[in-house]
């Protein structure tokens, strides 16, 4: 088959199914009032990729896994991916990103469901989080090797850090931080998606990944964006509440 042809046929696959799925979604008028969404993925979108991950749910309730086994296959799965990275794979790594991000969803749902919800568990989510990410963006900078992209990379990595740090933070002390733009989930979507299309554009024109790289720099730059987001929303909250006076 002419590679043009394939990766032609791999965009419309993934976009339409996604486009008739999302239609019959909200075709069935789904309760959507305890989803959080956010500007780039709202509670629409994450509605209905939820409702894909129930028969998986399910699957993995029968056969009692639980929720740290998932979180540990989530970190193995981002190894993986940045094993793919570093040789190459673009395409591959993709759909690995992909499928880690959701055992980090799956983790959480599988503990409410089961009743085994914890502040331990949430803790260990958290840390292994910050592998996952560190592992899939040293990937990237072993495959791209050197040049400004490994920088942009590197402020990638720290944006993502400080994004979880500022909530983590600011939840110490004692102040909820529900603000945002680019938080995990997103980054996932957008680097994920991002690296499938670009391997899909490049095997067609032949080219370089420059889809790849536009992604990385928009990372790069939206992470830290989003942590200052926070940070300013946390500094004007807290300052807020050493306004009130004990007898307010």
């Known amino acids: ?135 899939v963006l040293t990937g990237l900078i072993v495959y791209f090797g050197g040049g400004w992209l490994v920088w942009a990379l590197l402020f990638a990595l720290l944006g993502g850090m400080m994004v979880s740090y500022t909530r983590a933070r600011a939840e110490g002390l004692g102040q909820d931080c529900p603000v945002g733009l680019l938080q995990r989930p997103e980054r996932f979507v957008i680097l994920g998606f991002g690296s499938i299309f670009s391997s899909a554009l490049a095997h067609a024109t032949g080219g370089e990944q420059v889809l790849l790289e536009a992604v990385i720099w928009f990372l790069a730059v939206f992470t830290n964006l989003t942590a200052l987001q926070r940070f300013f929303y946390v500094r004007r909250e807290l300052a807020a509440r050493e306004r009130v006076t004990p007898d307010a």
């Not at 008739?20 to 989803?35: I, N, Q, Y």
């Not at 959480?108 to 260990?124: D, V």
């Open 1 to 135: 088959m002419d590679r043009s042809l394939f990766a032609f046929l791999n965009v419309a696959l993934i976009f339409g199914t996604a486009i008739v799925g999302m239609r019959l979604f909200l075709r069935a008028k789904p309760d959507l009032s305890g989803v959080r969404g956010s500007r780039l993925l709202g509670s629409s979108a994450r509605g209905w990729y939820f409702s894909l991950l129930d028969p998986f749910e399910e699957l993995f309730v029968r056969w009692r896994v639980t929720p740290a086994s998932l979180t540990m296959g989530q970190l193995v799965g981002s190894v993986v991916c940045a094993a793919a990275y570093a040789a190459g794979l673009i395409y591959t790594a993709g759909f690995i990103l992909l499928a880690s991000g959701t055992l980090d969803i799956l983790d959480g749902r599988l503990a409410r469901r089961t009743g085994e919800a914890s502040k331990g568990g949430a803790f260990l989510d958290s840390v292994v989080d910050r592998y996952c990410e560190f592992a």
